[in-house]
């Protein structure tokens, strides 16, 4: 933990730092997702805790445990790092930091997105009646619009600013879709469970491979993505300030939908980039996504809902999904997409398993701090390799 995240006097934060917080504007921000919450404690592992309850105005805070109907206990270490974003309630889960003597997981999960905004300020982006998105003029914004490398940075800029997502066409030629996909076949194949470094889901009793980080170590085309001007020149819509982060957070990496698939993540639900930390460290990250194959709904496709990288939220069920301004992006291959970190997506499974699914290569472009706080081969992700390797298990099969 570097001193800009440094340790956090649990007593003092609760009694001084936090009721001050809330009472300057952050519990009225809490409120607006608190409706049906029940009260939660932290409990220390040496005994001190502090339980969390909801007023008509935001959040009150008590010592003790005894009105608590969740708790959650941990190290001191660990609720610091919770406390700053480092680690989510889904990492800290995975990585099994913490236990829970009374009530449940999801109920933690429920909390965070209000914690977010009582600890530092963050707006929650309301599931339930989200703003509408306009474009210059005060127009609905055209959440289908796709762009070309003609178009202007400024055009592609203020889209991305307003959607979360960007969509461009035939930004790669044919020629150089099938060496990428080449060096990509090799190196899945060469993947195995073990490696520390690919992702596995089972199709009709089978492992097979739904991702691998770090395809930039084996394959020569991958790595000179960093340096391909297009991609550079899509990185800096997200700031002049943002490089690629090939050596950590997962480098270059692809991204597999695969048929049939069983457990895992190869099916990923609503999510979030940041979504197991380091939200405060690696946010503003653009994710620029070059599609290797088509994605249509029987190969599954990408999805956006648009707007929601504006704020902090729980993950949307079905059906609140139904109502937000979901996304489904059609694209070809040579495509190339970019998206904020931020931004609630999903890449659902194909829907036939006769369909040859998809692959995604995958640059990320993350600000300065990132390098100051993770190391070479470092990433918030790593965390999903706790339980069984290469088998990264979605949270309901693990809770």
């Known amino acids: ?34 409706d049906g919450v029940r009260p939660i404690a932290f409990r220390l592992d040496d005994g001190r805790a502090y339980t969390y309850s909801v007023t008509d105005d935001g959040i009150a805070i008590e010592p003790g445990h005894e009105k608590a109907r969740t708790i959650i206990e941990l190290t001191h270490a660990d609720w610091c790092e919770f406390v700053w974003e480092l680690r989510t309630c889904f990492a800290l889960f995975y990585a099994e930091r913490i236990t829970i003597p009374l009530g449940s997981f999801g109920h933690l999960a429920r909390w965070e997105p209000a914690l977010r905004a009582a600890f530092d300020s963050q707006q929650i982006y309301e599931l339930t009646d989200p703003l509408p998105l306009l474009g210059r003029g005060g127009k609905p914004l055209d959440l ?12 592609m ?119 197991m930390g380091g939200h405060p460290v690696k946010c503003p990250m653009l994710n620029i996504g070059i599609q290797l194959d088509p994605a249509t709904p029987q190969a599954g496709q990408l999805r956006m809902i648009a707007g929601s990288h504006r704020g902090t939220s729980r993950l949307p069920s079905d059906a609140e999904a139904k109502q937000l301004p979901v996304v489904a992006i059609a694209t070809e291959p040579g495509d190339v997409t970019a ?61």
């Open 157 to 275: 800029r203020d889209f991305l600013e307003r959607a979360g997502y960007l969509h461009l066409r035939g930004v790669f030629a044919p020629e150089e879709i099938e060496e990428l996909s080449q060096q990509v076949n090799a190196a899945i194949k060469t993947a195995t469970p073990d490696d520390g470094r690919s992702w596995w889901t089972t199709v009709e009793g089978a492992d097979v491979c739904n991702r691998v980080n770090y395809l930039n170590d084996d394959c020569p085309r991958v790595a000179a993505l960093d340096d391909d001007a297009r991609l550079q020149r899509i990185g800096a819509l997200g700031g002049e300030q943002l490089r690629t982060a090939s050596d950590r957070l997962d480098g270059n990496s692809v991204v597999i939908k695969v048929p049939g698939s069983q457990g895992g993540l190869a099916d990923l639900p609503w999510h979030r980039d940041c979504g």
């Open 339 to 399: 998206h904020w970190g931020h931004t609630l997506h999903a890449a659902p499974p194909p829907t036939s398993k006769r369909a040859k699914g998809r692959r995604a290569l995958y640059v990320s472009y993350v600000p300065p701090l990132t390098f100051e706080m993770m190391g070479p081969r470092q990433g918030y992700n790593d965390v999903l390799f706790t339980r069984d390797k290469g088998h990264i298990h979605h949270i309901d099969e693990i809770s």
């Open 144 to 155: 289908a619009r796709t762009f070309t490398l003609d178009d202007s940075d400024d055009d």
């Open 1 to 34: 933990m570097s001193e800009r995240f440094g340790p956090i006097d649990f007593d003092e934060f609760h009694l001084v730092d936090l009721p001050a917080r809330l009472a300057e504007g952050n519990g009225e921000l809490a409120r607006v997702d608190l």
